[in-house]
């Protein structure tokens, strides 16, 4: 008896814990639509939450910035299961729309935390050694690694490419896709063009190709 009256507190402040966490992203996420990274201050957010200051930073240290990272990786989750959901039908006959697809999958995601990488675009510049506290990237590449590796197994990608190589190569992929919507200066005139653009691009970098006919999969 006196157990559970001692375990029901603590379950009651991890659940208020959350629901504070809750409150503080979905707050910063409606500021982000409506303002810039300089308009959004960290007592505005505090204050819009109704939660005091020291509370915000109890939970996100470096504030803003940490609660817009934290908004990133909420809103790759089901874009990472489309992507895993992709990998299950991979052939040899489809793989190139599969990447194709795959790609739209990317582009989407970066619709829509549009907003979100602005601010941390602006953020890095601002604070470069902030920005590289946190992890460096703006979106997580590693969430496409499981694709990439699936087409390496299949001896579409050269065994020889690392790992390393992969995700530098990826963030060259991000970046051409940050380019294209926030600095459009690619001379295209379609959605779909940039896709098969960037499809063509995949396929130079990471020397997509068919396996010989020696070779198996």
């Not at 990488?117 to 506290?133: G, K, N, V």
């Not at 896709?195 to 020696?214: A, Q, R, T, V």
Request: proline content about 5%; charged content about 25%.
């Amino acid at each position: 008896m006196d157990q559970k009256s001692k375990a029901e507190p603590r379950t009651e402040r991890i659940r208020d814990k959350a629901s504070k966490i809750d409150l503080i992203k979905r707050t910063a996420k409606h500021l982000a639509e409506e303002h810039d990274f300089f308009e959004i201050t960290n007592h505005g957010i505090a204050h819009d939450a109704g939660i005091s200051i020291g509370l915000l930073y109890k939970y996100f240290p470096h504030g803003k910035l940490d609660i817009f990272h934290a908004l990133v990786q909420d809103e790759s989750q089901p874009y990472e299961q489309m992507q895993v959901q992709e990998l299950k039908d991979i052939t040899l006959d489809n793989y190139k729309q599969k990447l194709m697809d795959l790609l739209k999958i990317f582009y989407q995601f970066h619709l829509v935390i549009k907003n979100y990488i602005r601010t941390i675009d602006i953020a890095r510049l601002s604070d470069p050694d902030l920005f590289a506290d946190l992890g460096g990237l703006s979106i997580d590449l590693r969430s496409a690694l499981p694709v990439l590796e699936k087409f390496q197994e299949m001896g579409l990608i050269p065994e020889s490419m690392t790992r390393d190589q992969i995700l530098l190569y990826l963030n060259a992929v991000d970046q051409v896709i940050h380019q294209y919507l926030f600095f459009p200066i690619y001379p295209i005139q379609s959605d779909e063009e940039f896709f098969e653009y960037l499809s063509n691009l995949c396929i130079k970098l990471f020397e997509i190709k068919p396996p010989g006919p020696d070779q198996g999969i």
